[in-house]
T-cell receptor, first 120, second 115 residues
Framework: GAGVSQTPSNKVTEKGKYVELRCDPI?????LYWYRQSLGQGPEFLIY????????DSGLPNDRFFAVRPEGSVSTLKIQRTERGDSAVYLC??????????????????FGPGTRLTVT | AQKVTQAQTEISVVEKEDVTLDCVYE???????LFWYKQPPSGELVFLIR??????QNEISGRYSWNFQKSTSSFNFTITASQVVDSAVYFC????????????FGGGTRLMVKP
């Protein structure tokens, strides 16, 4: 079946501009995650949704970053007044309902190809 | 707070050699999950394995095997008879049941397998 998709694959923007990054999770996955990966580093958590609500946004670096998932499927990560330090690959992941693996559930996350954001 | 350390930043081997990638983790949670992901040059993270904290059985899948040692907080990954296609960056990650399942990644180990 179809995996996680992200658009655009590449985005170049000027400092100070607003950008939106889109994530389309695997059909039926209720949990959705955003991560940011800088060059040479591991991904860092930004925010995650369980259904439509943001269950944990503790990883968002500041109030310029915001994400929505209005219908519990597609999510959009929004960055206002972009800065050069925002340049990174933004990764989206989805996982099935958060049933505990202790109960036989699966919580592994499946990642999309990412959006490479370059702020000039 | 949770933390994952992959001390080896880069490893280079010749094809058919065995190689072990180290992963050490820190967590205060009693129920947690450990993962390995592969990131080939194409960039997409590929899920390899999940291990639950309450299950210390080691696992083998083809040329891949994983050694989970709770006593040393380690979750090492061995590739037997490495192949050029194994060249990638490998990430170890941790999630805690009480922390919403978000993944904390290590810094990654770049594996280069030369023909």
């Amino acid at each position: 079946g179809a995996g996680v998709s992200q658009t655009p694959s590449n985005k170049v923007t000027e400092k100070g501009k607003y950008v939106e990054l889109r994530c389309d999770p695997i059909s039926g996955h209720t949990a959705l995650y955003w991560y940011r990966q800088s060059l040479g580093q591991g991904p860092e958590f930004l925010i995650y949704f369980q259904g439509t609500g943001a269950a944990d946004d503790s990883g968002l670096p500041n109030d310029r970053f915001f994400a929505v998932r209005p219908e519990g499927s597609v999510s959009t990560l929004k960055i206002q007044r972009t800065e050069r330090g925002d340049s990174a690959v933004y990764l989206c992941a989805s996982s099935p309902a958060l049933t505990s693996p202790a109960s036989g559930g699966k919580n592994e996350q499946y990642f999309g190809p990412g959006t490479r954001l370059t702020v000039t | 707070a949770q933390k994952v350390t992959q001390a080896q930043t880069e490893i280079s081997v010749v094809e058919k050699e065995d190689v072990t990638l180290d992963c050490v983790y820190e967590t205060r949670d009693t129920t947690y999950y450990l993962f390995w992901y592969k990131q080939p040059p194409s960039g997409e993270l590929v899920f390899l394995i999940r291990r639950n904290s309450f299950d210390e059985q080691n696992e083998i899948s083809g040329r891949y095997s994983w050694n989970f040692q709770k006593s040393t907080s380690s979750f090492n990954f061995t590739i037997t008879a490495s192949q050029v296609v194994d060249s990638a960056v490998y990430f170890c990650a941790l999630s805690e049941q009480n922390a919403g399942n978000m993944l904390t990644f290590g810094g990654g180990t770049r594996l280069m397998v030369k023909p």
